[in-house]
């Protein structure tokens, strides 16, 4: 089986003779296995350190497997990632870049060398745009994830806009870095399915321009790494998913599409990060004194990972922000119609739209206010203040310090469910007058939901009760409120009865201007 270009190896599969083309990339089916059978021969080298053979996983972090038949093989000037030698026998590959999670492999890497871009505006695997020093001879090896790259002042761009565009499927390098280019550069994907592997750090410079509409994937396995954008735009997702890897950003990140971070360590070092989405699942998230705005999608966090929230200000504008009682954010704000799953806040979160917090045993929240229709759901969680300025639902059994319900509201407590004034805390639940009361009921017609007062006597007026038990060895007073049956454990003062009369034409029902005490009268 020969291949002259880019290739797919799916399936489990038999070879007397496989030939791989220098400078393609070859992607095995993750979990099966390519044997080269007994006697048989794997051609898979590159020609030279400009033309490696890539030979990887379909899936990234599972392996998929060459079967040697017991023999023991040799290739060279390869680049290979989760890719496992089986059979009896080991694959010696000189010249060789290991991108992490081979076995059965003998890998002698190539030397590290410092790479800079010279010629103006080119391709990516182009030797004659390489060269081993500042404004050197051409001709150096294309970049390698063991190699530094720069482009500086003596890189040869001498009209406005020359592009040096990544051609090839995958790129590599160790650490990239732009300074002092002359006439704004660009930097740039030849296809959107491009993609560029750093295994170091990067830092990109004010005066170039950034179009590179391909994944960027930051691949260190070192601790120490550092990213600066130079107020740059990323437009695809950039990756943070070096095993013990490290990163920090040293200016503000701005993405109009994802920043995952799937392994080792991200800080954003007190920068504003915007960026569509959000994912965090890897060893750890420092987040210091950062302003992080999500804009489109969802803000996740691992059950694994570690969250220093700092005095971090996190905003979801078009999504849902999810992680485990394990995570403590300091300030979050969701801007738009969303729901807060399984986390503490240590500060305060604001529900700007409408909004669900959907908590568990464990979970406590210092200050949370919905400033529209409001929905708390699950059971076991704290509040030290809830504050509702619209409707809400109280769904689940949940304890309160402080529970704030607006006037002129409906506030709808879950059947069989309860929830707990702590010791020594507030019920804030009265109306502001006969004209604005609020209402308390149960969410089920007939079926109460409970109140614990822990043992307090409470006292509300201008309240409409259905459905609502009081527990817990205190009684609740409601001066001025209405009793609209199976209530419990309250005391009940109702206001007196009066003969109204609709005043001043067509209006609204809640408009006192159209209500009076007298037929025609002053409303």
Same mark, same amino acid.
């Given at each position: ?14 070879f007397m003779a496989l030939h791989l083309a220098p400078g393609f990339q070859y992607r095995f089916r993750h979990g099966k296995t390519t044997t080269i059978v007994p006697g048989g021969t794997l051609d898979a080298s590159g020609s030279s350190c400009s033309n490696y053979i890539t030979l990887i996983s379909l899936s990234s972090g599972n392996q998929a497997f060459i079967n040697t038949s017991g023999a023991n093989l040799a290739v060279q000037f390869v680049t290979l990632m989760d890719m496992a030698v089986m059979g009896g026998g080991v694959i010696s590959a000189a010249n060789s870049i ?10 002698? @890497? ?40 720069? %482009?500086?002042?003596? !890189? ?11 051609? &090839? ?15 704004? @550069? +660009?930097?740039?994907?030849?296809? #959107? ?15 170039? &321009? ?11 396995? /070192? ?10 735009? %990323? ?37 504003? =990060?915007?960026?569509?989405? %959000? ?20 803000? /996740? ?41 399984? &986390? ?13 917090? +959907? ?5 406590? &929240?210092?200050?949370? +206010?919905? *400033? ?18 619209? $409707? ?14 607006? @006037? ?5 407590? *879950? ?26 009921? /149960? ?6 939901? %409970?109140?614990?007062?822990?043992? #307090? ?5 201008? =309240? ?10 205190? =009684? ?18 109702? @206001? ?11 209006? $609204? ?9 007298? !037929?025609?009268?002053?409303?």
């Amino acid at each position: 089986a020969t291949f002259l270009a880019n290739g797919d190896l799916n399936g489990s599969n038999s070879f007397m003779a496989l030939h791989l083309a220098p400078g393609f990339q070859y992607r095995f089916r993750h979990g099966k296995t390519t044997t080269i059978v007994p006697g048989g021969t794997l051609d898979a080298s590159g020609s030279s350190c400009s033309n490696y053979i890539t030979l990887i996983s379909l899936s990234s972090g599972n392996q998929a497997f060459i079967n040697t038949s017991g023999a023991n093989l040799a290739v060279q000037f390869v680049t290979l990632m989760d890719m496992a030698v089986m059979g009896g026998g080991v694959i010696s590959a000189a010249n060789s870049i290991d991108l992490g999670n081979n076995t059965g492999w003998n890998v002698t @890497p190539p030397p590290s060398r410092t790479l800079y871009w010279v010629g103006g505006g080119g391709n990516w695997n182009d030797v004659l745009h390489w060269s081993l020093s500042s404004g050197g001879a051409n001709g150096a090896c294309i970049p390698s994830a063991f190699d530094d790259v720069f %482009f500086d002042q003596n !890189s040869g761009f001498v009209s406005a806009g020359e592009a040096v565009s990544v051609n &090839i499927e995958t790129a590599y390098c160790r650490d990239m870095t732009w300074i002092n280019v002359a006439n704004t @550069p +660009e930097f740039k994907v030849s296809s #959107a399915s491009n993609k560029l592997y750093v295994y170091g750090s990067l830092a990109l410079a004010p005066g170039m &321009i950034l179009n590179f509409d391909g994944e960027i994937h930051m691949r260190s396995t /070192s601790t120490g790494e550092t990213f600066f954008s130079a107020g740059k735009t %990323f437009i695809k997702v950039v990756y943070f998913e070096g095993v013990g890897g490290e990163w920090t950003l040293l200016d503000n990140f701005t993405s109009s599409n994802r920043l995952n971070h799937t392994t080792g360590i991200f800080r954003t070092g007190g920068n504003t =990060v915007i960026v569509s989405g %959000f994912t965090s699942g890897g060893d750890a998230l420092y987040l210091g004194s950062s302003i992080l705005n999500v804009t489109q999608t969802n803000f /996740s966090l691992g059950s694994l990972t570690l969250l220093d929230a700092g005095t971090s200000h996190v905003t979801v504008s078009g999504g849902n922000l999810s992680g485990y009682p394990s995570h403590t954010f300091y300030n979050v704000t969701m801007g738009g119609f969303g729901t807060v799953s399984n &986390i503490n806040v240590s500060n305060k979160i604001t529900f700007q739209g409408l909004g669900i917090y +959907e908590g568990q045993s464990g979970c406590t &929240i210092n200050e949370v +206010e919905f *400033q529209q229709k409001g929905t708390i759901d699950g059971s076991g969680a704290f509040f030290s203040t809830a504050t509702f300025l619209a $409707n809400g639902d109280l769904n689940g059994s949940n304890s309160f310090m402080a529970l704030n319900l607006a @006037p002129g509201f409906l506030y709808r407590f *879950q059947k069989g469910k309860t929830s707990t004034i702590a010791a020594g805390g507030t019920l804030n639940a009265s109306g502001s007058g006969c004209n604005n009361y609020i209402t308390l009921s /149960s969410g089920s017609a007939g079926n109460q939901a %409970f109140l614990n007062t822990s043992g #307090a006597n409470l006292a509300l007026q201008y =309240v409409t009760l259905m459905d609502m038990a009081v527990t817990g060895g205190g =009684v609740i007073s409601a001066a001025n409120s209405i009793d609209l049956g199976n209530n419990t454990g309250w005391n009940i003062t109702p @206001p007196a009865s009066r003969a109204l009369y609709w005043v001043g034409g067509g209006g $609204n029902w809640d408009d006192v201007s159209h209500w009076s005490l007298t !037929s025609g009268g002053a409303g």
